[in-house]
């Protein structure tokens, strides 16, 4: 089944521990992007990839890491969070076409 | 830049009433336009897509159509469910590239 997958669906951690929350897609994408959704403020990008050591800043990268060794994967990387990072996170990627973005289920994560 | 402005939610309709969401662009040069559907709990999921100047989409019984005169992209449907209440989101794709830019999204409730 072509999906993308995230790990994990949720997380509480505490402030200035670091965290990684996994992305992965099985359908040889060349886009990858992060998201996060907060109330009031819909979907905002934090970072995307465009093809394998291909990254680039959205519109709020700061407090965030990315990397893109491998096409299927990009992982999203919170070296010391803290709690306005505190959101619902989604990973998604898109192929070459405007044939849309497929969505990972999402990762819930509380910053204490 | 590019942006994307849809109207503010909730709307509230009752069953088999007609609906519209609105969603306007700006854009540089001719972007794709897509509509997604974030049900409660869920990844967002794409409903339907434009990729030119009076391209309908369509999907579901949800159509919308690419005006290029008016730079919008107008979500409708003529008789809503109460499975259709969820979070719409209308997107652009970015420049020449298809990471897509999204409204803040559109709370839908429709009561039986």
């Known amino acids: 089944e072509a999906q993308v997958t995230q790990n994990p669906r949720y997380l509480i951690t505490v402030t200035g521990k670091k965290l990684t929350v996994t992305c992965s897609q099985n359908?040889?994408?060349?886009?990858m992007s992060w998201y996060r959704q907060d109330p009031g403020l819909g979907l905002r990008q934090i970072y995307y990839?465009?093809?394998?050591?291909?990254?680039d800043k959205g519109d709020v990268p700061e407090g965030y890491k990315v990397s893109r060794k491998e096409k299927r994967n990009f992982p999203l990387i919170l070296e010391s969070p803290s709690p306005n990072q505190t959101s619902l996170y989604f990973c998604?990627?898109?192929?070459?076409?405007?044939?849309?973005?497929?969505f990972g289920s999402g990762t819930r994560l509380t910053v204490v | 830049g590019d942006s994307v402005t849809q109207m503010e939610g909730p709307v509230t309709l009752s069953e088999e009433a007609f609906l519209t969401i609105n969603c306007t662009y700006t854009?540089?040069?001719?972007?794709?336009l897509f509509w997604y559907v974030q049900y409660p709990g869920e990844g967002l999921q794409l409903l339907l897509k434009?990729?030119?100047?009076?391209d309908k989409g369509s999907n579901k019984g949800f159509e919308a159509t690419y005006r290029k005169e008016t730079t919008s992209f107008h979500l409708e449907k003529g008789s809503v469910q109460v499975s259709d209440s969820a979070v719409y989101f209308c997107?652009?794709?970015?420049?020449?590239?298809?990471?897509?830019?999204f409204g803040r999204g559109t709370s839908l409730i429709v009561h039986p």
């Open positions: 998604a990627s898109s192929g070459q076409g405007a044939s849309g973005y497929t």
């Open positions: 359908m040889n994408h060349e886009y």
């Open positions: 990839s465009m093809n394998v050591e291909v990254t």
């Open positions: 854009a540089t040069g001719y972007p794709s």
């Open positions: 434009a990729t030119k100047a009076d």
């Open positions: 997107a652009q794709s970015r420049g020449g590239s298809y990471i897509p830019t």
